[in-house]
């Protein structure tokens, strides 16, 4: 008997331990601060939005504000990246609006983040949003 509960621990805890984990954003100290004291600037558009979400079972996530955690053990995403994949939909969704940003003196300014999740027994979903304003430089 406790040759077979060890046995079982002993294939259990591999299978426990080789889940996903996400820590959410990065926040990093390589920042650009753009100041917007001239009239330099034209307001392209407000409010402009990028979501993204990701899916696990056997798992929970918890989000406040601009912070996701998740821990689970079976992914049902591939990419899992949401800030990258958030700040991805948030540019198509300005080039649905307004043409391609490339080549344009762009900055996101008042950039807000936002999260929640779905915790369900067995199945967990969290999901991210990014709000920024785009403004184009004139000169």
């Given at each position: 008997?406790?040759?077979?509960?060890?046995?079982?621990?002993?294939?259990?805890?591999?299978?426990l331990?080789a889940?996903?984990?996400?820590?959410?954003?990065?926040?990093?100290?390589n920042?650009?601060?753009?100041?917007?004291?001239?009239?330099?600037?034209?307001?392209?558009t407000?409010s402009?939005?990028g979501?993204?979400?990701a899916q696990?079972l056997?798992?929970?996530?918890?989000?406040?504000?601009?912070y996701?955690q998740?821990?689970?053990?079976?992914p049902?995403?591939?990419?899992r990246?949401?800030?990258k994949?958030?700040?991805?939909?948030?540019?198509?969704?300005?080039?649905t609006?307004?043409g391609?940003?490339?080549?344009?003196?762009?900055?996101?300014v008042?950039?807000?983040?936002?999260s929640?999740?779905?915790?369900l027994?067995?199945?967990?979903?969290?999901?991210?949003?990014?709000?920024?304003d785009?403004v184009?430089f004139?000169?």
């Amino acid at each position: 008997m406790k040759k077979s509960f060890i046995a079982f621990l002993v294939i259990l805890c591999p299978i426990l331990l080789a889940g996903c984990a996400s820590a959410g954003l990065l926040t990093s100290a390589n920042l650009t601060n753009v100041e917007l004291t001239k009239g330099n600037f034209k307001i392209v558009t407000t409010s402009i939005t990028g979501q993204a979400s990701a899916q696990y079972l056997l798992g929970a996530s918890i989000g406040v504000g601009m912070y996701t955690q998740t821990f689970a053990i079976i992914p049902l995403t591939k990419d899992r990246q949401l800030y990258k994949l958030a700040i991805i939909d948030l540019w198509k969704n300005y080039e649905t609006k307004f043409g391609s940003p490339i080549g344009k003196k762009l900055a996101l300014v008042n950039i807000r983040y936002d999260s929640e999740t779905l915790n369900l027994l067995v199945f967990t979903k969290p999901c991210v949003s990014i709000v920024a304003d785009v403004v184009e430089f004139t000169e």
